[in-house]
């Protein structure tokens, strides 16, 4: 049996874009990821006609793998809109590469949209509040991570200040990042000093809402070959539900990357000692220290520690959120598709001032729900 | 047929009753919150309702913050002696006083003309 689905390596990301970060007004989110999705397929250098599986998450549309199918003009044999949140686009990667090697399809594209900003959404999401929680009135979904990270504070010594360095850390990258939609400069003094939410998260901690779109399309390695740019190979993939509501996590400290992360690296035959780029889902700042933590390059607890002193920032030990993340580049309400487009950019030598010389090994680490579904995807170059 | 346990409102029932209930199954021991109609990790479908202790420890803790600093509220999980977590508010204290591992016990208490569980410094 093949290891997590699918062999290392059979199918590879050929296609990558991003369209209207920041402010995007005037159009629809739907409008918006088929923009995405037409700048990646000409990326790749692939016909419209040859997508055979859409997958996508509608920011408010319930059926919204359908709309963009018929926005598009397309029959798709796999057609997908799940509902695991920001991590819906690394589970969309993990099954995209078992269907392309199951010869299932042949091009998957993945693509999302959203415009909060310009469009702010109806006051009816897709999601109602619990009626275990809503009487308490948190914050959705300030307050769960909130509550996640005074365990951890209260466990580990983890400071507001070391929360603080995430902030900082994505906002020297955006910096780097002409894409990024806030660049001007932030000092750990701003973030501590910045109006307290729902403690100990401050309005600083807190990720961008803001416009975006993405795509990215995958064919199988042998049919990569003959794509416009350098194939960026799907090496491992794995994905964990753990709850829904954070007053079920069952360790606030432990997110499911302690499952996924693993499985995706034993996948891949790497170990993140071995990675040039992590991307890691920052809806809050604590976020980027639990995943840290979890995926396996420090021990549980010591992720504050581990990115103090600019350490992740540029020129730091470990280059994370290059793109500047949700905090500081692009976050329209689901983000995980960005994580993947940012370390294909960069294992293909095409991010600038940012770029990370010679990098090989990246991983992309999805988030949805409130720390309750996680998806780990590894990526590799010259794999 | 044995009439199918409605797990919600059968709680909330007992809750305008003054009484603060968990789930318990009896095969396994283990308690059950929030209700359902199987435990969670087993399925056992053979639970009753027992009345919580009502002891807790404060497991985590956030304060909202509003403009008006007296607006302010706490937002907890507690972790029940008998082992389920839930979401909650400690009264009875200062919002900012409340600290992980306090010791607190449940109370109802009416809020917007329903009752509702919290927490008070024990």
Not at chain 1, 231 to 250: F, Y
Not at chain 2, 38 to 45: D, L, R, V
Request: one cysteine or more; charged letters at 20%.
């Amino acid at each position: 049996m093949r290891q997590g689905g699918f062999t290392r390596g059979s199918s590879a990301i050929v296609g990558a874009a991003t369209f209207g970060i920041g402010k995007c007004p005037g159009v629809s989110a739907v409008d918006m990821a088929a923009q995405a999705a037409l700048l990646a397929l000409a990326d790749a250098d692939i016909g419209l006609g040859e997508v055979d599986a859409l997958y996508t998450s509608a920011p408010y549309e319930a059926l919204g793998g359908m709309e963009l199918a018929e926005y598009l003009g397309i029959a798709p044999k796999v057609t997908d809109c799940n509902r695991t949140g920001g991590s819906a686009f690394e589970v969309y990667a993990q099954q995209a590469a078992i269907a392309l090697e199951a010869g299932l399809i042949d091009c998957a594209l993945i693509a999302y949209g959203s415009n909060p900003a310009s469009n702010p959404p109806p006051g009816v999401g897709m999601t109602r509040q619990s009626p275990w929680e809503a009487p308490y009135r948190p914050l959705a979904p300030l307050s769960s991570y909130a509550l996640a990270a005074s365990r951890h504070m209260h466990l580990y010594g983890t400071t507001r200040a070391q929360l603080a360095e995430v902030a900082v850390a994505a906002r020297k990258w955006a910096q780097l990042n002409p894409e990024a939609a806030v660049r001007d400069p932030l000092t750990i003094e701003d973030v501590l000093g910045a109006r307290m939410v729902s403690d100990p998260l401050g309005a600083r901690d807190c990720c961008l809402f803001n416009d975006g779109a993405a795509a990215v399309v995958m064919v199988r390695s042998d049919r990569a070959r003959d794509c416009a740019k350098a194939p960026v190979h799907i090496l491992g993939a794995a994905h964990a539900v753990t709850h829904r509501e954070i007053s079920s996590m069952p360790d606030l400290t432990v997110t499911g990357a302690a499952i996924s992360g693993p499985a995706a690296f034993a996948q891949a035959g790497v170990t993140p000692d071995q990675i040039d780029l992590a991307m890691l889902y920052d809806a809050f700042t604590i976020t980027p220290i639990l995943f840290l933590e979890d995926l396996g390059f420090c021990p549980k607890g010591e992720g504050g520690r581990f990115v103090s002193d600019g350490r992740i920032a540029p020129g730091g030990s470990l280059a994370v959120n290059t793109n500047g993340g949700g905090l500081s580049c692009v976050h329209p309400g689901m983000y995980g598709l960005f994580l993947l487009v940012e370390a294909t950019r960069q294992l293909r030598g095409e991010a600038g001032e940012r770029q990370i010389s010679g990098a090989r090994l990246a991983v992309a680490h999805g988030n949805g729900g409130v720390l309750s579904s996680e998806a780990t995807v590894i990526l590799g170059r010259d794999w | 047929m044995t009439p199918f346990l409605q797990p919600e409102a059968e709680w909330r029932a007992h809750l305008a009753e003054g009484r603060f209930m968990l789930q318990r199954s009896r095969a396994t021991g283990g308690h059950v919150f929030y209700p359902r109609i199987a435990e969670p990790g087993t399925g056992a479908q053979d639970l009753e309702w027992v009345e919580a202790s009502g002891d807790g420890t404060i497991h985590a803790v956030t304060v909202v913050r509003k403009k008006d600093p007296a607006d302010s509220y706490n937002v907890v999980l507690v972790e029940l002696a008998e082992g389920p977590r839930l979401m909650s508010r400690v009264d009875g204290i200062a919002a900012d006083e409340v600290r992980i591992g306090m010791a607190v016990s449940a109370r109802i208490v009416e809020e917007d003309g329903k009752p509702l569980l919290v927490f008070v410094p024990a």
